[in-house]
């Protein structure tokens, strides 16, 4: 079936790089996706990756993908407190329509 | 500016009562969805919406109902048949329908529905 695994929590220093990864399991996904969510808000659309991708950047971000392992990974530079979130991870799954599995999400929290 | 307007932010419910959770998009997105997200997990599928007049049946759908009546609305009746209601219910939107390349869903900023 289809699943996608990240770490719960990653605490991580201002100025310093965070990487949050992620796993899932299904081998036809399209598409993967990082959203960011504060609290009380919804989702929004950080970065994405098509599955022919092994890595793209995009200002302080950057995602590498490892179809291999099925792993992927997001890649904060110079990480500020306004970077603490929750940081979820999801692949676009198979099947007829626009399906999204999503992780249980990284709680990342940034400290002086 | 285009987007996803959910209300209200914050909903109560009695035992016994349905209530509605409005969603609308300006985006002309064809496709609308409705999750639900309890703390410490990700996001669930509840419904799905590809085109107007049509909806779907998500992973959690038992004592939910949706309509469409309209492209840009998709609202959520959480019925008395949801024994266990409160959570944080997030709407989201995206372009097409199909598995034409990249489509990206986007989200509303959510409801928070707790039971009195």
């Known amino acids: 079936g289809e699943d996608v695994e990240q770490s719960l929590f990653l605490s991580v220093r201002e100025g310093d790089s965070s990487v949050i990864n992620c796993t899932y399991t299904?081998?036809?996904?399209?598409?993967l996706y990082w959203y960011k969510q504060e609290p009380g808000a919804g989702l929004q659309l950080l970065t994405y990756?098509?599955?022919?991708?092994d890595m793209k950047q995009d200002q302080r971000l950057t995602v590498l993908l490892n179809k291999k392992d099925k792993h992927l990974s997001l890649r904060i530079a110079d990480t500020q407190t306004g970077d603490s979130a929750i940081y979820f991870c999801?692949?676009?799954?198979?099947?007829?329509?626009?399906?999204?599995?999503f992780g249980a999400g990284t709680r990342l929290a940034v400290h002086p | 500016d285009g987007g996803i307007t959910q209300s209200p932010k914050y909903l109560f419910r009695k035992e016994g009562q349905n209530v509605t959770l409005s969603c609308e998009q300006n985006?002309?997105?064809?496709?609308m969805y409705w999750y639900r997200q309890d703390p410490g997990q990700g996001l669930r599928l509840i419904y799905y919406?590809?085109?107007?007049?049509?909806?779907q049946k998500g992973d959690i759908a038992e004592g939910y109902s949706v309509s469409r009546e309209k492209k840009e609305s998709f609202p959520l009746t959480v019925t008395s048949a949801q024994k266990n209601p409160t959570a944080f219910y997030l709407c989201?939107?995206?372009?097409?329908?199909?598995?034409?390349?990249?489509?990206?869903?986007?989200f509303g900023d959510g409801t928070r529905l707790s039971i009195l």
């Open positions: 919406s590809q085109i107007v007049n049509d909806f």
């Open positions: 299904d081998s036809s996904s399209t598409y």
């Open positions: 985006l002309n997105h064809d496709a």
């Open positions: 989201a939107s995206s372009d097409g329908h199909t598995l034409r390349g990249n489509q990206p869903q986007h």
């Open positions: 990756i098509f599955s022919n991708m």
């Open positions: 999801a692949e676009r799954g198979s099947g007829g329509y626009n399906k999204l599995i």
